[in-house]
């Protein structure tokens, strides 16, 4: 018979034949036979099952050893002994290896021929062992696979108690091992279907043993919390997830994130590793334990870890979208990590680049389930944009590509964000900036959110661009007297804006000593008042310092007198400010501060009684003009109480709208919600110079009269400051609501501006007049809020009063007092501060500002002084309306820029810096309803200056054809703190946070 059998294998014949012939052979299995021949037939059929040229031969031998071995079942039971399964495991068979999956595919095999006879037993107590010992040798998926099946129809070769323990920890250790290099769609099947088998023989043995199930996940966080930089474990151990139970999460997350033995690193390297697990393609509830372990990170505090993973993974999982197998689940963590992650808007930011392109593919793709995921997509990015506004650059595009698509109401995308969201302030620095990234295109150093701070950020760029104001302040010689002055950390925060190798600089310093007692760390503020009191500050500063340096250098205040010999103060010396410029003293001996020098400008209010014509004048500083809307604009917001604020067109209209209401010097209407063009900047500004009439509860007493009486008051500007500083009076307080509103009305801002400026008239003898202030005077946010109340005189009440005057003075003659013409002084747009948000209480500020390499407006002379309003040939003053005047006209534009495109201007926002242009500036609202400009820097513009023979431009007793050098100790500062940056992004061993606790210190 084995003669016949072997024959049969090894000639000539076809196919057919040979089944024929082996089909006999089959049959001929249930005659007698010999013990000897059962003996050589099992080994020549086992060498063929082992040996076989092809498959038909493997497949004779399968055949021919279970017919025989079935009707000689105790001759099989001789030849397959312990012994021979022990040599399988352990030695092979022949040239093939011990590890090859034909031995355990023999074996499982045999064990089916066998499983009724007593010395399987004993068979099974062998692989028990071997079994053990093979997968500690980290074997292949395909011998895994071959085991997971073996096992999972003998469980009697599974290893028990103690030993089981340790079966499943190594089990899962080699999963941990697993890789696939193929890259056919059939050899990826494959290779999932093995890991399955795997995941499938652990998920029965955690069933059959539950004390086998904690061991096993503690290796598998072993595993994945692993810091080993040459091992990285693989994914598949993702299969194991489905196979927990859903009740165990909460207990074992809490578990992990309690342990005082698992350091940061580790944690941090699971975290990021389970998020890898969302590529799996059929893992199930992997992210219901990616958000229990964040959200466990985050009841512990553990911000650091969270901002971490987040950062280095966010993109990660954004890529999964595109996958449909495994695209919901990596939604669910994508939202969860973003909504969470509310202290910055740079995770959301890293994922902006990709979400057109993805929103394009869902909308094409075809399939039935990409039109419900895109709105739950599309929901999870107008909450984001919502939460970071203020960046139209960036999601303009965006915008565009999801218009037509429905969109959540602000009431919900609150809801939604109020769900998930987790707060770092205190760690947010330190971590979110290990990546150190290098500068962007522009070149310019962002400032970083040191949390809610936007509001100072938004006005050291505003101030910053202020080229006259950042040279001075960087040119200040400042002495041992002023070295632990305010002045004296802006001039140190402006050196490392203009010179450190950051991307973005951190403010602490400077934050702690610029912020008002009032203002709580940590919240929000309002930059417009933040600028008041910032300026205030500097100015009074450097007022006391000026006094306490007109005293003699030896004597102390409060010393009492002393010998005047040595260490006078010269009287000149006296006169000038302490922090004058390094080249010299200021011109003229002025003793006006820098801030004065910069931005102080002088307003003479008038009162004028309209019984008996008596004025009253008192002339007092400035350093920026708080403009308030027209009251009808304010009656747009009149209604119900909302949460909500509205304004402008969002508004709805109830009832008719209100009448226009004009004043005496523009014939601008404000007619809220109607189609006249939007309010600009110089219409606000005639407003706040247009007299108003005192009357009623608001009448005013006149001296002369020794009575309450109907009055006028007007203002006028009479001394124009270099930079002109203007603030929107957005925030109203409404009483019925008891809620400040914000008044969301666009307003058009143009590149130049014309401000009339008056030269004071003459003196009054009257006892009511009253003297010029002397103190610079910050307007507070409570007298800015009282602008908005006052009403200007309707035209009938212009006409009645022309006629009760007792001189009936008409036109000109009605104004207060004897005005001389106004000279209009040209002013160029430097930056602008917007804020971003639905009211004062919340929202984000960012700002625009001038790109200048060499000076700021002052190098850019008007091609044609008359487009201004400027004197003509003759020397008269060209017959124009006494008001503010922007110009818009895209050729005065390019006379002023000098024909600069895009890239004039930069957009600041924190950390972020990028090219702008001055029609974005001039259209965001319209694309953002809810970004208005708030703080506005127009910077005077000198038509008198010219080019001196070195081609430099001087003004203000500086030259401006570059930066100023900066004073030894200052290039120290900023050289170390390069050179330890550098340190850090060429591999250091000092992270980030300690090189910036050293520099911080060193401040």
Same mark, same amino acid.
């Given at each position: 018979? *084995?003669?016949?059998?072997?024959?049969?294998?090894?000639?000539?014949?076809?196919?057919?034949?040979?089944?024929?012939?082996?089909?006999?052979?089959?049959? +001929?299995?249930?005659?007698?036979?010999?013990?000897? =021949?059962?003996? +050589?037939? &099992?080994?020549?059929?086992?060498?063929?099952?082992? @040996? /076989?040229? *092809?498959?038909?031969?493997? $497949?004779?031998?399968?055949?021919?050893?279970?017919?025989?071995?079935?009707?000689?079942?105790?001759?099989?039971?001789?030849?397959?002994?312990?012994?021979?399964?022990?040599?399988?495991?352990? $030695? /092979? &068979?022949?040239?093939?290896?011990?590890? *090859?999956?034909?031995?355990?595919?023999?074996?499982? /095999?045999c064990l089916r021929l066998l499983i009724s006879c007593p010395s399987v037993l004993d068979i099974f107590s062998i692989i028990q062992t071997e079994i053990l010992r093979m997968v500690c040798e980290r074997p292949e998926p395909a011998l895994c696979a071959r085991l997971a099946t073996m096992l999972s129809d003998f469980i009697q070769c599974i290893p028990r108690e103690k030993t089981a323990i340790l079966f499943c920890q190594q089990l899962v250790r080699t999963i941990g091992y697993f890789h696939c290099p193929a890259s056919q769609e059939r050899e990826l099947r494959e290779y999932v279907d093995q890991v399955t088998k795997v995941s499938t023989l652990l998920q029965n043995i955690w069933k059959a043993e539950p004390v086998t199930l904690l061991p096993s996940l =503690?290796?598998?966080?072993?595993? #994945?919390?692993?810091?080993?930089?040459?091992?990285?474990?693989?994914?598949?151990?993702?299969?194991?997830?489905?196979?927990?139970? @859903?009740? !165990?999460?909460?207990?074992?997350?809490?578990?992990?994130?309690?342990?005082?033995?698992?350091?940061?690193?580790?944690?941090?390297?699971?975290?990021?590793?389970?998020?890898?697990?969302?590529?799996?393609?059929?893992?199930?509830?992997?992210? !219901?334990?990616?958000?229990?372990?964040?959200?466990?990170?985050?009841?512990?505090?553990?911000?650091? #870890?969270?901002?971490?993973?987040?950062?280095?993974? #966010?993109?990660?999982? %954004?890529?999964?979208?595109?996958?449909? #197998?495994?695209? $919901?689940?990596?939604?669910?963590?994508?939202?969860?990590?973003?909504?969470?992650?509310?202290?910055?808007?740079?995770?959301?930011?890293?994922?902006?680049?990709?979400?057109?392109?993805?929103?394009?593919?869902?909308?094409?793709?075809?399939?039935?389930?990409?039109?419900?995921?895109?709105?739950? %997509?599309?929901?999870?990015?107008?909450?984001?944009? &919502?939460?970071?506004? /203020?960046?139209? *650059?960036?999601?303009?595009?965006?915008?565009?590509?999801?218009?037509?698509?429905?969109?959540?109401?602000?009431e919900k995308i609150k809801l939604v964000l109020n769900q998930s969201a987790w707060t770092s302030q205190s760690n947010s620095f330190a971590s979110g900036l290990l990546r150190l990234p290098g500068k962007s295109e522009t070149g310019k150093t962002g400032l970083i959110n040191l949390g809610n701070t936007c509001y100072m950020n938004s006005i050291i760029q505003t101030l910053f661009s202020a080229t006259d104001f950042r040279r001075h302040v960087l040119s200040l010689c400042l002495n041992d007297a002023t070295a632990n002055t305010l002045m004296k950390k802006l001039q140190l925060l402006f050196t490392f804006l203009s010179h450190t190798q950051r991307a973005a600089y951190a403010p602490r310093v400077f934050f702690e000593a610029s912020r008002p007692p009032w203002f709580n760390a940590g919240s929000q503020q309002d930059c417009s008042e933040y600028l008041r009191f910032l300026l205030d500050r500097l100015h009074e500063e450097e007022k006391t310092i000026q006094v306490l340096m007109t005293a003699k250098p030896n004597v102390s205040p409060g010393n009492g007198p002393s010998d005047n010999t040595g260490g006078e103060t010269s009287a000149e010396d006296a006169r000038v400010s302490p922090v004058a410029p390094v080249e010299g003293k200021s011109e003229g001996n002025d003793e006006r501060t820098l801030i004065e020098r910069m931005f102080g400008g002088r307003l003479s209010t008038g009162i004028r009684c309209m019984t008996c014509n008596s004025v009253s004048e008192k002339e007092e500083p400035f350093t920026d003009l708080s403009l308030a809307f027209c009251p009808s604009s304010l009656l747009q917001n009149e209604g119900p109480c909302q949460g909500a604020v509205n304004g402008g067109s969002e508004a709805p209209e109830i009832g008719p709208s209100p009448k226009p209401v004009t004043t005496s010097t523009t014939s601008v209407h404000f007619v809220p919600g109607s189609s006249e063009p939007p309010l600009s900047v110089p219409d606000l500004v005639d407003y706040f110079l247009a007299p108003e009439i005192l009357d009623k509860e608001n009448a005013y007493f006149c001296q002369k009269c020794g009575s309450l009486q109907r009055a006028e008051r007007g203002m006028r500007v009479v001394a124009a400051p270099e930079y002109l500083i203007l603030t929107l009076l957005r925030f109203s307080y409404d009483a019925k609501c008891h809620v400040r509103r914000k008044i969301l009305d666009n307003v058009t801002i143009p590149p130049l501006m014309r401000l009339p400026v008056h030269a004071p008239p003459p003196k009054h003898s009257s006892p009511s007049s009253s003297p010029p202030s002397s103190t610079l005077q910050v307007d507070s946010p409570e007298s800015s809020e009282n602008l908005a109340k006052k009403l200007k005189p309707s035209q009938r009440e212009e006409e009645e009063t022309g006629l009760e005057g007792d001189n009936g003075m008409a036109g000109g003659e009605s104004e207060v007092g004897v005005w001389p013409a106004a000279q209009f002084v040209p002013y160029v747009l430097s930056s602008v501060v917007m804020h971003s948000g639905m009211s004062s209480e919340s929202g984000h500020y960012y700002s625009y500002g001038r790109n200048l390499n060499g000076a700021d407006g002052a190098q850019h002379h008007l091609a044609n002084p008359l487009a201004l309003g400027e004197e003509s040939g003759n020397g008269q003053t060209e017959p124009i309306a006494l008001t503010c005047s922007g110009a818009t006209h895209p050729k005065q534009e390019v006379e002023v820029y000098g024909g600069q495109a895009a890239g004039d201007w930069l957009l600041f926002n924190d950390s972020r810096v990028t090219f702008t242009s001055l029609g974005s500036v001039q259209n965001v609202t319209n694309r953002f309803p809810k970004d208005t400009a708030y703080v506005l820097i127009y910077r005077k513009q000198d038509v008198t200056r010219g080019q001196n023979s070195t081609g430099g431009v001087t003004a203000n007793g500086m030259r401006l054809g570059s930066e100023p050098p900066l004073q030894k100790e200052l290039m120290d500062a900023v050289t170390k703190d390069n050179k330890l940056f550098l340190q850090v992004r060429e591999g250091g061993v000092r992270s980030y946070s300690v090189v910036n606790e050293e520099l911080q210190c060193r401040e």
């Amino acid at each position: 018979m *084995d003669k016949i059998l072997e024959g049969l294998v090894s000639s000539s014949h076809s196919v057919p034949v040979k089944k024929a012939i082996v089909k006999k052979v089959v049959e +001929a299995a249930e005659k007698e036979v010999t013990a000897e =021949q059962c003996q +050589a037939l &099992y080994t020549l059929t086992t060498r063929l099952i082992f @040996l /076989g040229e *092809d498959a038909f031969q493997k $497949q004779v031998g399968f055949q021919v050893l279970e017919a025989y071995a079935r009707y000689h079942r105790a001759d099989f039971e001789l030849f397959f002994s312990k012994d021979f399964v022990l040599g399988l495991l352990q $030695q /092979g &068979y022949g040239p093939l290896d011990r590890k *090859d999956p034909a031995m355990v595919n023999y074996i499982h /095999g045999c064990l089916r021929l066998l499983i009724s006879c007593p010395s399987v037993l004993d068979i099974f107590s062998i692989i028990q062992t071997e079994i053990l010992r093979m997968v500690c040798e980290r074997p292949e998926p395909a011998l895994c696979a071959r085991l997971a099946t073996m096992l999972s129809d003998f469980i009697q070769c599974i290893p028990r108690e103690k030993t089981a323990i340790l079966f499943c920890q190594q089990l899962v250790r080699t999963i941990g091992y697993f890789h696939c290099p193929a890259s056919q769609e059939r050899e990826l099947r494959e290779y999932v279907d093995q890991v399955t088998k795997v995941s499938t023989l652990l998920q029965n043995i955690w069933k059959a043993e539950p004390v086998t199930l904690l061991p096993s996940l =503690q290796e598998v966080f072993a595993i #994945i919390s692993s810091t080993d930089p040459s091992f990285d474990p693989s994914i598949a151990l993702a299969s194991l997830v489905q196979h927990i139970p @859903l009740q !165990m999460i909460t207990v074992l997350i809490k578990s992990l994130t309690t342990d005082q033995n698992v350091k940061d690193t580790s944690m941090t390297q699971a975290l990021c590793r389970m998020i890898d697990w969302l590529s799996w393609p059929l893992a199930h509830h992997v992210e !219901m334990w990616v958000i229990a372990l964040l959200k466990g990170l985050a009841a512990v505090q553990k911000f650091t #870890i969270l901002i971490d993973v987040t950062l280095l993974k #966010i993109e990660l999982v %954004f890529n999964r979208l595109w996958y449909p #197998i495994v695209r $919901q689940g990596a939604l669910v963590v994508l939202s969860h990590m973003l909504l969470s992650f509310q202290h910055s808007p740079e995770a959301f930011h890293l994922v902006v680049p990709h979400i057109v392109d993805l929103v394009q593919s869902l909308k094409h793709d075809g399939l039935p389930t990409s039109k419900a995921f895109l709105l739950h %997509f599309t929901e999870l990015v107008h909450c984001m944009m &919502y939460q970071y506004s /203020g960046f139209p *650059d960036l999601y303009d595009d965006i915008l565009e590509a999801i218009k037509e698509l429905p969109g959540p109401g602000e009431e919900k995308i609150k809801l939604v964000l109020n769900q998930s969201a987790w707060t770092s302030q205190s760690n947010s620095f330190a971590s979110g900036l290990l990546r150190l990234p290098g500068k962007s295109e522009t070149g310019k150093t962002g400032l970083i959110n040191l949390g809610n701070t936007c509001y100072m950020n938004s006005i050291i760029q505003t101030l910053f661009s202020a080229t006259d104001f950042r040279r001075h302040v960087l040119s200040l010689c400042l002495n041992d007297a002023t070295a632990n002055t305010l002045m004296k950390k802006l001039q140190l925060l402006f050196t490392f804006l203009s010179h450190t190798q950051r991307a973005a600089y951190a403010p602490r310093v400077f934050f702690e000593a610029s912020r008002p007692p009032w203002f709580n760390a940590g919240s929000q503020q309002d930059c417009s008042e933040y600028l008041r009191f910032l300026l205030d500050r500097l100015h009074e500063e450097e007022k006391t310092i000026q006094v306490l340096m007109t005293a003699k250098p030896n004597v102390s205040p409060g010393n009492g007198p002393s010998d005047n010999t040595g260490g006078e103060t010269s009287a000149e010396d006296a006169r000038v400010s302490p922090v004058a410029p390094v080249e010299g003293k200021s011109e003229g001996n002025d003793e006006r501060t820098l801030i004065e020098r910069m931005f102080g400008g002088r307003l003479s209010t008038g009162i004028r009684c309209m019984t008996c014509n008596s004025v009253s004048e008192k002339e007092e500083p400035f350093t920026d003009l708080s403009l308030a809307f027209c009251p009808s604009s304010l009656l747009q917001n009149e209604g119900p109480c909302q949460g909500a604020v509205n304004g402008g067109s969002e508004a709805p209209e109830i009832g008719p709208s209100p009448k226009p209401v004009t004043t005496s010097t523009t014939s601008v209407h404000f007619v809220p919600g109607s189609s006249e063009p939007p309010l600009s900047v110089p219409d606000l500004v005639d407003y706040f110079l247009a007299p108003e009439i005192l009357d009623k509860e608001n009448a005013y007493f006149c001296q002369k009269c020794g009575s309450l009486q109907r009055a006028e008051r007007g203002m006028r500007v009479v001394a124009a400051p270099e930079y002109l500083i203007l603030t929107l009076l957005r925030f109203s307080y409404d009483a019925k609501c008891h809620v400040r509103r914000k008044i969301l009305d666009n307003v058009t801002i143009p590149p130049l501006m014309r401000l009339p400026v008056h030269a004071p008239p003459p003196k009054h003898s009257s006892p009511s007049s009253s003297p010029p202030s002397s103190t610079l005077q910050v307007d507070s946010p409570e007298s800015s809020e009282n602008l908005a109340k006052k009403l200007k005189p309707s035209q009938r009440e212009e006409e009645e009063t022309g006629l009760e005057g007792d001189n009936g003075m008409a036109g000109g003659e009605s104004e207060v007092g004897v005005w001389p013409a106004a000279q209009f002084v040209p002013y160029v747009l430097s930056s602008v501060v917007m804020h971003s948000g639905m009211s004062s209480e919340s929202g984000h500020y960012y700002s625009y500002g001038r790109n200048l390499n060499g000076a700021d407006g002052a190098q850019h002379h008007l091609a044609n002084p008359l487009a201004l309003g400027e004197e003509s040939g003759n020397g008269q003053t060209e017959p124009i309306a006494l008001t503010c005047s922007g110009a818009t006209h895209p050729k005065q534009e390019v006379e002023v820029y000098g024909g600069q495109a895009a890239g004039d201007w930069l957009l600041f926002n924190d950390s972020r810096v990028t090219f702008t242009s001055l029609g974005s500036v001039q259209n965001v609202t319209n694309r953002f309803p809810k970004d208005t400009a708030y703080v506005l820097i127009y910077r005077k513009q000198d038509v008198t200056r010219g080019q001196n023979s070195t081609g430099g431009v001087t003004a203000n007793g500086m030259r401006l054809g570059s930066e100023p050098p900066l004073q030894k100790e200052l290039m120290d500062a900023v050289t170390k703190d390069n050179k330890l940056f550098l340190q850090v992004r060429e591999g250091g061993v000092r992270s980030y946070s300690v090189v910036n606790e050293e520099l911080q210190c060193r401040e």
